[in-house]
């Protein structure tokens, strides 16, 4: 359909996860795509394979909590396609799983320049160009943002940052004709979510599924077709908005998710070539 036809959005955390579905689905609906990441991260990769069906894309390799860094991402965009309408503001990590007790301060620190200053720093040097374009600005919230997650406490607390940082974004930023949303997974079949990648535990892993109405993880394409509606025009109305796509946990009561339809346990077939999926600096502190 090419409801991005035309524009150029950076998209950081863009080689793994949620981040690689982003991009590959902007470039599929016409958008110029940076893919932004650490220097570990796929992000060549990301962009080759969007060249190779026929999208446009470039890689940025940089940690964007630096602030040399976070210029150079924009100023490549600019170089690059001439303008910006879109930043995904996507990066986070979810380094450790820990009662607050036992949290390490290595981690809490990691999770406030991963989280949060990246966030700060991409927003403060894109939003002179997205002024011009009359752009906008997508950040990624958490169910856990707007609830709590008992052993990733401070994991929650840099999301609940994201949701009152966006909406201060938007109010202010109305008046340059700049819309600002947030995106609220719940647990998405990611390498944060999967025990074999991440800190969490089989108790965990299971107690996040069981939690969620719909019985199962989200995918990481159904991610990014929420990010593709906010994005687009289609969304024209829509700013200072949490939009939660949790498959139900935030309204959830109990472990719900063994009672789910079949039809909703199962995962839609995408159309996306995701081959990242569960990639990711999961081990950074």
């Avoid at 932004?36 to 940690?63: C, H, L, Q, R």
């Avoid at 927003?123 to 374009?133: D, F």
């Avoid at 593709?228 to 969304?235: G, K, R």
């Amino acid at each position: 359909m090419e409801r991005l036809k035309g524009k150029v959005a950076i998209v950081t955390g863009g080689g793994t996860g949620i981040g690689e579905a982003i991009c590959k689905k902007f470039a599929k609906e016409g958008a110029s795509v940076v893919v932004a990441g650490f220097p570990d991260d796929p992000v060549d990769a990301v962009a080759k394979e969007i060249k190779k069906a026929k999208g446009v894309a470039v890689s940025f390799e940089g940690d964007l909590s630096i602030t040399q860094n976070a210029k150079n991402c924009v100023d490549l965009a600019i170089s690059e396609f001439g303008k910006l309408d879109i930043l995904i503001n996507n990066a986070g990590i979810f380094p450790e799983v820990n009662f607050i007790q036992d949290f390490s301060e290595e981690a809490f620190d990691s999770l406030v320049r991963c989280n949060i200053k990246a966030t700060f720093l991409m927003t403060k040097q894109a939003i002179p160009y997205l002024q011009k374009t009359k752009g906008n600005i997508l950040f990624a919230g958490s169910e856990a943002g707007q609830l709590g997650i008992a052993q990733v406490a401070p994991y929650g607390g840099t999301k609940g940052f994201m949701h009152a940082f966006m909406k201060g974004i938007a109010a202010e930023q109305a008046q340059y004709g700049i819309r600002a949303n947030c995106v609220c997974p719940g647990a998405i079949d990611t390498a944060w979510t999967n025990r074999k990648y991440s800190d969490m535990d089989k108790k965990m892993e299971k107690m996040l599924v069981s939690a969620t109405p719909m019985g199962r993880r989200g995918t990481a394409e159904e991610m990014a077709n929420v990010y593709l509606f906010l994005a687009s025009d289609e969304a024209s109305f829509v700013t200072g908005s949490l939009y939660f796509a949790d498959g139900g946990i935030t309204i959830s009561k109990g472990p719900m998710g063994s009672m789910a339809d079949k039809s909703f346990r199962r995962e839609p077939k995408g159309e996306l070539r995701l081959k990242h999926t569960k990639e990711g600096a999961t081990d950074i502190r």
